[in-house]
C-alpha cells in the first residue's frame, strides 16, 4: 500500500469511525452489533463498477440483505441528494458499499454529518498476485473480519488481510498464496456477502461468482454505516 492510501485510510477513520462511530459510548455502536439478537434493519448498498457488480452479489445471497436496495455510487448531485434523504429519513437502517476513493470519501463526510455510525472501513487493492485487504472495524465487528479471511481462505484466490480495532492493535493478520486462478472477482463477492451478514448468524460460504464477473484491478474502498 502506498502512503496516498494509507493516508487516505487513516483520514477517512479519524473522520469517519472515530469521529462518528467511536466519539460516543459504547451504547451507541448500533443495535445490530450490540445485541445478542441481530435485527435485520433495511439495508442501502452503494455499488460502483464492475467490483460493485460483484458485491451487490454477494450482498444479495445474505439472509439479513435479500432485499436490499442498491445506488450506483457517482459524484452527480442525484446520487449525493438521493443518499442524503436516506440519511436524513430518520429510519433505521444499514449503508454498505464498494466504490472508488472519491465516493468513499463523499460518502463517509455525508454519514458524519448525518451523525451516522461506521463500525467497518477497508481499502482492497487487486493486483496480478491477488488482493489485499486493510481494515479499520468497531471492536465488535471483529467476527466480520474474521469471517471474510476465513471465506477468502477457501476460494483460492491469493490474498493479504490485515484488521485492526478501533484501538489501534492489530486484530487479524492473514494471507494465503493463489490456489486457482480465475478467483480475482470473488473477493468482491466474499465481502458483500460478509458485510450484509453483519451482527447475524449465518455462516454459509459466499455465492461462487468468477465465471460471472470480469477480473478485477485497482483500488476499493468498503464501508458499512448504521444511520
Request: aromatic share 4%.
Amino acid at each position: 500500500m502506498n502512503i496516498e492510501r494509507r493516508s487516505l485510510l487513516k483520514g477517512l477513520a479519524l473522520g469517519g469511525i472515530a469521529g462518528a462511530a467511536m466519539g460516543a459510548s459504547s451504547l451507541s455502536l448500533g443495535k445490530a452489533i450490540l445485541g445478542g439478537r441481530a435485527q435485520a434493519l433495511p439495508t442501502l448498498v452503494l455499488v460502483k463498477g464492475d467490483a460493485g457488480a460483484a458485491f451487490l452479489e454477494g450482498v444479495r445471497h445474505s439472509p439479513m440483505a435479500r432485499h436490499a436496495d442498491a445506488l450506483h455510487s457517482d459524484l452527480g448531485l442525484d446520487f449525493i441528494l438521493a443518499l442524503q434523504r436516506r440519511l436524513d429519513s430518520g429510519q433505521p437502517q444499514r449503508i454498505i458499499g464498494l466504490v472508488d476513493d472519491a465516493s468513499a470519501a463523499l460518502v463517509l463526510d455525508l454519514a458524519r454529518s448525518s451523525g451516522a455510525r461506521i463500525h467497518w472501513l477497508g481499502q482492497h487493492s487487486v493486483g496480478a498476485a491477488g488482493s489485499r485487504h486493510q481494515v479499520l472495524s468497531a471492536e465488535r465487528a471483529h467476527a466480520c473480519a474474521l469471517q471474510l479471511g476465513r471465506q477468502l481462505q477457501a476460494c483460492g484466490g491469493g490474498f493479504d488481510l490485515t484488521a485492526q480495532r478501533q484501538q489501534g492493535q492489530r486484530s487479524l493478520n492473514l494471507a494465503a498464496a493463489p490456489r486457482r486462478g480465475d478467483t480475482s472477482a470473488q473477493w468482491a463477492a466474499t465481502l458483500g456477502h460478509s458485510l450484509a451478514g453483519f451482527g447475524g448468524t449465518d455462516i454459509a460460504p459466499a455465492p461462487r461468482i468468477a465465471q460471472r464477473h470480469p477480473a478485477l484491478a485497482g483500488h476499493f474502498v468498503s464501508f458499512s454505516i448504521e444511520a
